[in-house]
């Protein structure tokens, strides 16, 4: 029979589905059966939810931003090879 | 061409190698270290110094991993430092070992994410999130937004399973404590005014 603290210390894996299924079954009826832990298992459902529906669009590269990088590459390169760096523009 | 055939060419000074490398990975970077980050200007320069290690350190890559672990590993590591320079004095996360769990954790949970997301929430989210332990944000940026597997992470971060696992679920608990507290908050106004009813 698992206690409320073990339910709690295994929320994100029993979200992640990453436990055996005897734990699964006992977590479900815990979760079932305990209000506390219910609602400590909806709430950081529903934050993973969230927090995954607004940052799922990353920003793209500012632009210029590749240009940039390849300049920097590119005074590494000459420093490598012992020549002047380009000029910055 | 597959990344092990560029690293391999990029090794013997094939400058459109490790160009096309660039052009596999930079916008992978660019979104890790933003998540990580959270300022544009920033994850630019997270970006160049990644890179930068990259094209210096490629000719000792061992390839005992994959390249995007390789590059991963650098971007977390170079964000990582960032942060911790932004967040002086740090906190180590021995130290953040406050309490997890609220005491009262009221179910907000009702409804559709799409009606809970007001901008003031995400603005709440972006906060919780920026308030991070750096070692935690890196592990919660890897995890549940760029979507890895805790092995993946692991190998990224030089870590054991059990302490992504550990790291994970602290950040996400502090995350969801964050949001029970705006919940509760935006909850008050609404209670009194049915209350004066």
């Known amino acids: 029979m698992l206690t409320c603290k073990e339910v709690l210390e295994s929320l994100s894996d029993y979200l992640d589905a990453d436990m055996k299924e005897d734990i699964v079954n006992e977590m479900k009826r815990h979760i079932g059966a305990c209000s506390d832990c219910r609602a400590e298992f909806d709430t950081l459902t529903m934050t993973i939810k969230l927090y995954k529906h607004e940052q799922n669009n990353p920003s793209a590269m500012p632009v210029g931003c590749h240009d940039r ?3 920097v590459l590119e005074i590494e390169k000459m420093r ?4 002047d760096p380009p000029k910055m523009v | 061409m597959t990344d092990e055939e560029l690293v391999r060419r990029s090794k013997e000074d094939d400058e459109r190698a490790f160009g096309e490398l660039v052009s596999r990975y930079e916008s992978k970077v660019y979104s890790l270290a933003l998540r990580m980050i959270r300022n544009p200007e920033d994850a630019e ?9 990259a094209y210096r350190g490629i000719k000792s890559f061992q390839g005992a991993s994959t390249f995007s672990t390789w590059i ?9 430092m960032r942060l ?17 769990t ?15 997301l007001s901008r003031e ?7 919780a999130i920026e308030a991070l332990p750096p070692e935690f944000r890196q592990v919660f940026v890897l995890r549940d937004m760029e979507e890895m597997s805790n ?5 990224i971060l030089d870590l054991s399973v059990a302490a992504v696992k550990s790291r994970l679920h602290r950040a996400r608990l502090k995350v969801r404590n964050r949001l029970a507290g705006y919940f509760s908050d935006s909850a008050k106004p609404k209670r009194r005014a049915m209350g004066a009813h």
């Not at chain 2, 320069?45 to 290690?53: E, P, Y």
């Not at chain 2, 991963?72 to 990582?80: D, G, H, P, V």
């Not at chain 2, 092995?151 to 190998?155: F, G, L, R, S």
């Open chain 2, 84 to 100: 911790r320079k932004k967040q002086l004095p740090t906190v180590s996360i021995e130290d953040s070992d406050e309490r997890e």
């Open chain 2, 45 to 53: 320069d997270v970006l160049q110094d990644t890179f930068l290690r």
């Open chain 2, 151 to 155: 092995a993946e992470v692991a190998e």
């Open chain 1, 69 to 71: 990088l390849v300049k």
């Open chain 1, 80 to 83: 490598s090879k012992g020549g």
């Open chain 2, 102 to 116: 609220p005491v009262n954790i009221a179910d907000w949970t009702p409804g559709p994410v799409e009606q809970l």
């Open chain 2, 72 to 80: 991963y590993r650098i971007t977390a590591n170079s964000a990582l």
């Open chain 2, 121 to 127: 929430l995400q603005h709440e989210m972006d906060e």
